[in-house]
């Protein structure tokens, strides 16, 4: 027994060799019950660091793999003290062999990777859930969260057949692949969609109205989502290409950037901007208003004809309110009607041209970016990058603009669904279609050497038929 109250290690434990295998319980706990009987206890002094440093170092050693020697052939792995059991470390299994001591490792391990294990698994498990159930589109549609409420898609379909012609089998798979094509697109990113019905407009036929109802059903769509801010007008024959890229990071993320004032950048109206005026306010009278995205209320793509409504945005504010009272008027319907051919898509070329309070809060968008077209569409001089589609730049959408007068619509449309569900590929996807491009080329390569040794056949056996009647007469 030392001075401090501790019983002081035998020799055999000293030179590294396991106590006698006789040694009890009774004997470790004899020390004890002598301190304690004398009434003194064990003192309260610690070798021990009690720091921080000191305390990471001794969890780190303790998490350490101990290593004991087995004095003897025996292997026994008794201990005198209780202290001295090696709680909480590893060592090797009885009988030393390699297989057992791995495995008594492994296991330890993995008892220690239980709770990071659960950790992942629960992450793993929410993760799944997440994108499986209605969360992910209630995060979507969120107008803190995801923000896809404060966005809605206007959809002209005329489902019920038209105002003057009736439907055949092929716009009915236009109109069907078309409203797919946007469900799916507005249910990923959570935003709403307001699928028009056209045979409600039938109160337009009578003055020869039918496309003029894009600016009244805008105006119904703001009475009918109070707390949404953009509206995104798209006519039937459009075809949205990349569903992966959402409006926020497409556009109005970088709004500055995307979008420009001047019309003067692009003019194929030839209208003057800015207004000459003198008597005109500063922004009236600016090539960019007052150039902050925020005053910024319709976004408006042109082609090499001048503006084309196929695909806009429009927003919720005074300003609109106004301009759709205006764009509306049927007074101008009755006064211009029959001079403008595009009609609703004339009347706003007119009022921006003639307007001064219109030009500061319009802005214009590469056409591409919002409203690519198939060749065929502005000219047949072929592809032209300002206009046509590309598929190596992924253009966002692409509009079949005009193709009721001489082109093919649902050639085009689906045309381009087909190339869309190529791009958009996911990776197992593109494994399966390599394999299997794979095996039809091995395929095809051993079908043309089959033909050939047939071919190659058939030629060998014509040849001997043709020369055996000869050789039939000359042997004769």
């Known amino acids: 027994m030392t001075a401090s109250g501790r019983a002081s290690p035998s020799p055999s434990a000293a030179n ?53 020697r087995s004095s003897g052939g025996g292997g026994n792995r008794d201990f005198e003290h209780k202290e001295k059991l090696g709680r909480g470390r590893w060592s090797p299994a009885n009988g030393g062999h390699w297989a057992a001591n791995v495995a008594s490792l492994l296991g330890k391990i993995l008892r220690r990777m239980k709770l990071r294990a659960a950790v992942v698994l629960v992450f793993l498990l929410t993760l799944t859930l997440f994108y499986l159930t209605p969360l992910h589109h209630v995060y979507q549609s969120s107008r803190f969260l995801g923000g896809g409420g404060k966005f809605v898609i206007l959809l002209a379909a005329n489902e019920g057949g038209g105002v003057m012609t009736w439907k055949g089998p092929r716009q009915w798979a236009i ?73 926020q990071s497409h556009i109005f993320h970088q709004l500055s950037s995307t979008t420009y004032r001047d019309i003067n950048d692009f003019n194929p109206l030839n209208i003057t901007h800015p207004f000459p005026a003198s008597y005109l306010d500063p922004e009236s009278r600016s090539v960019s208003g007052d150039g902050r995205d925020d005053s910024i209320n319709l976004i408006v793509p042109q082609d090499c004809g001048g503006f084309n409504l196929g695909s806009f945005f429009i927003r919720r504010s005074a300003w609109t309110d106004r301009l759709l009272d205006v764009w509306w008027d049927p007074a101008a319907y009755e006064q211009k009607h029959m001079e403008w051919e595009h009609k609703e898509q004339d009347a706003l070329e007119y009022l921006y041209a003639n307007q001064a309070w219109i030009r500061p809060h319009t802005a214009f968008i590469a056409q591409r970016k919002i409203n690519s077209f198939p060749p065929g569409a502005c000219g047949d001089a072929g592809h032209n990058p300002r206009f046509h589609y590309d598929e190596h730049d992924r253009d966002f959408l692409v509009n079949m603009a005009g193709c009721e007068w001489g082109r093919d619509c649902w050639g085009e449309m689906h045309q381009y669904r087909q190339l869309s569900e190529r791009l958009n590929r996911n990776r197992w996807e593109k494994v399966k279609d390599g394999v299997g491009q794979a095996w039809r080329r091995i395929w095809q390569t051993e079908e043309k050497k089959t033909e050939t040794m047939t071919t190659e056949e058939a030629k060998k056996k014509q040849e001997k038929e043709t020369t055996a009647p000869g050789e039939k007469k000359d042997g004769s």
């Not at 319980?25 to 009690?50: C, E, I, L, N």
Request: glycine share 6%; hydrophobic share 25%.
């Open 175 to 247: 109109e069907r692949d078309s409203v797919k094509n946007k469900k799916s697109y507005a249910q990923r990113w959570g935003y709403h969609l307001e699928i028009v019905d056209m045979t409600t407009k039938k109160r337009y036929a009578h003055e020869w109205r039918e496309s003029w109802e894009k600016v009244d059903t805008i105006r119904n769509s703001l009475r009918k989502y109070p707390k949404a801010e953009w509206f995104w007008w798209l006519d039937l024959n459009t075809l949205i290409m990349e569903p992966s890229y959402s409006l």
């Open 16 to 68: 590294g060799s396991r106590p006698h295998p006789t040694s009890t319980w009774s004997s470790a706990k004899g020390p004890t019950d002598h301190v304690h009987a004398h009434g003194h206890g064990y003192p309260s002094f610690s070798t021990r660091p009690s720091g921080f440093l000191g305390r990471h170092c001794r969890r780190l050693s303790e998490s350490l793999p101990r290593f004991y």
